[in-house]
């Protein structure tokens, strides 16, 4: 059974260098934009999806639309829905904005204050790609689609739920939504982190997706 990790928006594969878990691929934005990891997941016989921010909304659109081929969920600041709607505890316009010029001015570097020689989690895309990232974040709303596939009794598989304390980009009651459509899921928040979780807790995700393949062995 083999492991694929979704990236989140604008990340580079380093943000992955600190996790030992063995994986097939690492798919960025712009190839879950295209479709690929769809593709990849259609022609195996199943996999474990690692998603964080961006590539854990592709990861639960995965999981509702083919639950069958979804042997298992490690999910961190992932969400059905980014912006805030309808009561709904996401980014405003104007924190998007900000997150987009900030990846610009930075070029990738310096965010989220990672001590010196950690993986930089994001680098520096055409504007044009980044515009395309920034319309899924605005647009996409997963709810009645993760609503309906609990409805449903389909998905049976393990789920583990990373969230940060302090995150301001996903914020972590997500996490108590994600318990609703995944109640057997494991659910953590992680106390003053924020947005970088595969660097942050790194040995937390490795553990997850460990003991995820190994009930899927038995």
């Known amino acids: 059974m083999e492991t694929i990790v979704l990236n989140g928006w604008a990340a580079s594969e380093s943000a992955w260098e600190l996790c030992r878990f063995p994986r097939a691929r690492v798919f960025g934005y712009l ?8 593709r990849h997941i259609l022609a195996s016989d199943g996999c ?12 639960l659109s995965m999981a509702a639309r083919h639950p069958e081929k979804v ?31 900030g990846l610009t001015l930075t070029r990738g570097e310096g965010f989220f204050g990672l001590p010196e020689g950690w993986p930089r989690v994001y680098r520096m895309d055409t504007p044009e790609n980044l515009h395309r990232g ?29 969230h940060s304390e302090k995150d301001g980009i996903v914020r972590p009651e997500n996490a108590a939504y994600l318990k609703k459509i995944f109640p057997a899921a494991r659910v953590e928040i992680v106390p003053g982190a924020e947005h970088a979780l595969p660097v942050v807790i790194h040995e937390k995700i490795d553990a997850a997706v460990g003991n995820i393949c190994y009930n899927i062995r038995l």
Not at 31 to 38: A, Q, R, V, Y
């Open 31 to 38: 190839e879950e934009l295209d479709g690929l990891p769809e």
């Open 71 to 101: 042997k298992g969920l490690v999910l961190l600041a992932a969400t059905p829905r980014m912006m805030r709607d309808d009561g709904w505890a996401g980014m405003s316009p104007r924190r998007l904005a900000a997150l987009e010029t």
């Open 48 to 59: 474990v999806l690692v998603g964080w921010s961006m590539g854990g909304s592709f990861a």
């Open 134 to 162: 920034i319309e899924y974040l605005e647009k996409t709303d997963l709810r009645a689609d993760l609503e309906k596939l609990a409805a449903s009794g389909r998905f049976n598989a393990d789920v583990a739920v990373f």
